[in-house]
């Protein structure tokens, strides 16, 4: 495999500012996610030459938090969250109007690369149900109806 001598330097870079310790190792793949978006697989083969921490160990963590992904997410995340309160407001419905409206399924990224649609367990906000999430921005009280002129905001 042709090494990405960009992806190295970025990875140096964040492992430079908290020390190869394995005790760094989810803030360092925090960094990783937004630096890149995404964990590559270079970047993760490359954190294991320059750590002490198993490769299986890296992948083990970063498949076991939902925070980290190892597939390009779009510009915006939409989180759908799916806790009890939100679930019995409707939380389903807002679901399903987004896959129709963004043509894509839950856990999908559109094909422009704007929108990767994911089912959250709770965002804490249960007196504000139903809610979602969009690149930190919080949508409360939603309805169906109200899902277009969200996302055309944030196509502008």
């Known amino acids: 495999m042709k090494k990405d001598k960009t992806v190295e330097k970025q990875v140096k870079e964040i492992v430079d500012r908290y020390g190869a310790e394995k005790s760094s190792l989810i803030a360092i793949l925090q960094d990783m996610q937004g630096a890149f978006g995404y964990l590559p697989k270079d970047a993760l083969i490359f954190l294991n030459e320059v750590v002490d921490v198993p490769l299986a160990r890296i992948y083990e963590v970063a498949t076991f938090y939902n925070a980290f992904s190892l597939t ?35 856990g999908e990224t559109t094909g422009d690369g704007m929108f990767t649609l994911e089912q959250v367990r709770c965002l804490g906000c249960c007196s504000l149900a139903p809610v979602m999430r969009i690149g930190g921005n919080i949508h409360a009280y939603l309805t169906q109806d109200e899902i277009p002129k969200i996302l055309r905001n944030y196509r502008q």
Not at 86 to 97: D, Q, Y
């Open 72 to 106: 390009p997410r779009g510009k915006y995340l939409v989180e759908v969250c799916a806790g009890t309160a939100c679930h019995v407001t409707g939380a389903l419905t807002l679901m399903e109007r987004l896959e129709r409206d963004l043509e894509i399924r839950c």
